[in-house]
Nanobody, 119 residues
């Protein structure tokens, strides 16, 4: 059974930091590109960051570049999103996503974790 379980969300003040975790199980983690998406109220889901399974390269949305860092631990089958210098506009539900590089139709979503940036 495929599972992506996010954790680490919460309420933080502007300028603060959070680290999200996504624990994966039920599939070959090392074969999948891993991503974080987010969806704010009334907005479409958007890609935040992705890390390649092939060579570990990362890409970020322009709005988070320099503030967020995605990483993965292939021993723990976990992907992380370190979020620094958080802004109110980062408030959203954050979702973990896994996509098989060779067959993109094989992809999975986590249930999401709420991040709220507010004073």
């Amino acid at each position: 059974q495929v599972q992506l379980v996010e954790s680490g969300g919460g309420l933080v003040q502007p300028g603060g930091s959070l680290r999200l975790s996504c624990a994966a199980s039920g599939f070959f983690f090392s074969l999948y590109d891993m991503s974080w998406y987010r969806q704010a109220p009334g907005k479409e889901r958007e890609l935040v960051a992705v890390i390649s399974t092939a060579d570990g390269t990362t890409n970020y949305a322009g709005s988070v570049k320099g503030r967020f860092t995605i990483s993965r631990d292939t021993v723990k089958n976990t992907v992380y999103l370190q979020m620094n210098s958080l802004k109110p506009e980062d408030t959203a539900v954050y979702y973990c996503h896994a996509q098989l590089r060779s067959l993109p139709e094989y992809n999975y979503w986590g249930q999401g974790t709420q991040v709220t940036v507010s004073s």
